[in-house]
């Protein structure tokens, strides 16, 4: 069940002339307890009005004169970022909408919407029809001129549909697909697709840039026409090629970067630093966005760890000084920290049936002092401590990009970094490797 919304703020509008509202339903209503209306921008989104939703499911947000049109977005439920979508509000018109969780949006009241809407449709029914066609033989040539005349016609029909309400039809020019004018095989056709994917999207309109239409599609055509890291390169130098400012350049390129952050790819994270986004952060005194990649770059797998003091056989030395063990595993907890205080014992049992020779764990704690940390140590006989002071701000915390706890880095023999686990169940299957 989705979580439903709490009341996180209250904004009382005194204004009532030249009125406008967004209203509509969301089904089934016991999912769902308050609609949040944002004004969009390419930078981000700002709060505008709510409402609640009644046992019938309704909703009505009432717009100003103040706002201007352009793209606004309604939420529904936590995380907003995933629970959200666009809608085209003109100015001028009403806007009346009926949400579904299994069907989606549907509009019936405004002209924009309604034609962005449908024009969707007909492009997702167009693109079944083609992969039917190849999916099927592919190789009638009268059959691949009729559908894709149909899909010319198509696009020509929208445009015209939509030549009285702007809005709606930049999406649609925006969107307008490869259609080729004489047979293809699915090889040749599919090389088209992506070599023309990108000839009608804007990246300068503001429109455009301040709804999710562009995102999805730089997300497509990375993400969903390459299969290797050749072709991600290929991808993203295209893209960043079509884009002409820097400051689009570096959204788009933080974005994908974080992509491959998260699909744990770090030679693709680290090629867009490398070639691009460094330089974009350094340009625009970004120094966050700068910090944030190269230290990521510092901690990719295949670096070296960085360095930092160990205590060990009480004698002083270093992570890199240290030969005794074939593997290293440096955790970073807080005796504070619930989640470490529920993991370590699973690691700590778990490591007592591994020799020491083969793997060392050291476990540095972020503390604001030494007080828990000392009382906690001993449940984790099994491992190398050392007491971290300012927490997250702890220099070796730091360096190593450290943004929760507990966080592990495996290393081998060399201190190059082999592996970085999710969890301590992803710590157990990479010592399996």
């Known amino acids: 069940m989705i979580k439903k919304l709490v009341v996180l703020v209250v904004f009382i509008c005194n204004v009532s002339w030249a009125q406008h509202t967004i209203n509509g339903t969301f089904m089934p209503p016991e999912e769902f307890s308050y609609v949040f209306l944002y004004q969009a921008t390419p930078k981000g989104a700002n709060y505008v009005s709510q409402s609640d939703v009644s046992p019938e499911g309704k909703f009505s947000i009432t717009i100003d004169s103040t706002y201007k049109k352009g793209i606004y977005k309604l939420v529904y439920a936590l995380p907003p970022e995933d629970n959200n979508f666009d809608v085209l509000y003109n100015g001028k018109d009403d806007i009346t909408l009926h949400f579904n969780l299994d069907k989606g949006v549907e509009y019936s009241q405004s002209k924009d919407n309604k034609l962005w809407a449908s024009y969707q449709n007909s492009m997702e029914a167009a693109n079944t029809t083609i992969n039917h066609f190849y999916s099927n033989d592919g190789k009638s040539s009268s059959t691949f001129i009729k559908i894709f005349n149909t899909l010319k016609d198509a696009q020509l029909a929208f445009e015209n549909a939509a030549k009285d309400n702007p809005m709606a039809l930049e999406f649609i020019k925006a969107n307008k697909p490869y259609i080729p004018t004489s047979y293809e095989d699915y090889n040749t056709y599919t090389t088209h697709?992506?070599?023309?994917?990108?000839?009608?999207?804007?990246?300068?309109?503001?429109?455009?840039?301040?709804?999710?239409?562009?995102?999805?599609?730089?997300?497509?055509?990375?993400?969903?026409?390459?299969?290797?890291?050749?072709?991600?390169?290929?991808?993203?130098?295209?893209?960043?090629?079509?884009?002409?400012?820097?400051?689009?350049?570096?959204?788009?390129?933080?974005?994908?970067?974080?992509?491959?952050?998260?699909?744990?790819?770090?030679?693709?994270?680290?090629?867009?630093?490398?070639?691009?986004?460094?330089?974009?952060?350094?340009?625009?005194?970004?120094?966050?966005?700068?910090?944030?990649?190269?230290?990521?770059?510092?901690?990719?797998?295949?670096?070296?760890?960085?360095?930092?003091?160990?205590?060990?056989?009480?004698?002083?030395?270093?992570?890199?000084?240290?030969?005794?063990?074939?593997?290293?595993?440096?955790?970073?907890?807080?005796?504070?920290?619930?989640?470490?205080?529920?993991?370590?014992?699973?690691?700590?049992?778990?490591?007592?049936?591994?020799?020491?020779?083969?793997?060392?764990?050291?476990?540095?704690?972020?503390?604001?002092?030494?007080?828990?940390?000392?009382?906690?140590?001993?449940?984790?006989?099994?491992?190398?401590?050392?007491?971290?002071?300012?927490?997250?701000?702890?220099?070796?915390?730091?360096?190593?990009?450290?943004?929760?706890?507990?966080?592990?880095?495996?290393?081998?023999?060399?201190?190059?970094?082999?592996?970085?686990?999710?969890?301590?169940?992803?710590?157990?299957?990479?010592?399996?490797?």
């Open 193 to 433: 697709v992506k070599t023309h994917f990108l000839d009608y999207l804007n990246f300068e309109s503001q429109l455009l840039l301040s709804s999710d239409f562009l995102t999805n599609k730089v997300f497509a055509f990375v993400f969903g026409m390459s299969n290797t890291n050749s072709d991600y390169k290929t991808q993203i130098d295209r893209l960043t090629k079509k884009i002409t400012t820097v400051e689009t350049k570096t959204a788009y390129l933080e974005m994908l970067w974080q992509e491959f952050v998260n699909q744990g790819n770090d030679v693709m994270a680290n090629y867009i630093t490398d070639t691009y986004l460094l330089d974009f952060a350094n340009a625009q005194n970004n120094t966050n966005l700068a910090t944030m990649i190269t230290t990521y770059k510092r901690t990719s797998k295949g670096s070296l760890a960085p360095n930092f003091d160990v205590i060990f056989n009480s004698k002083n030395t270093t992570l890199h000084n240290l030969n005794n063990a074939n593997k290293y595993l440096v955790v970073f907890w807080s005796s504070t920290c619930g989640h470490c205080l529920k993991e370590l014992p699973q690691l700590e049992t778990f490591v007592k049936d591994i020799p020491k020779n083969e793997l060392m764990v050291i476990a540095l704690g972020m503390e604001d002092d030494d007080k828990n940390w000392l009382e906690t140590i001993p449940k984790f006989p099994d491992f190398t401590h050392v007491l971290g002071l300012q927490k997250w701000n702890n220099p070796v915390a730091k360096s190593y990009g450290v943004t929760s706890t507990p966080t592990y880095f495996l290393l081998d023999k060399d201190k190059t970094i082999i592996a970085k686990p999710y969890d301590v169940n992803a710590v157990k299957e990479a010592l399996k490797q």
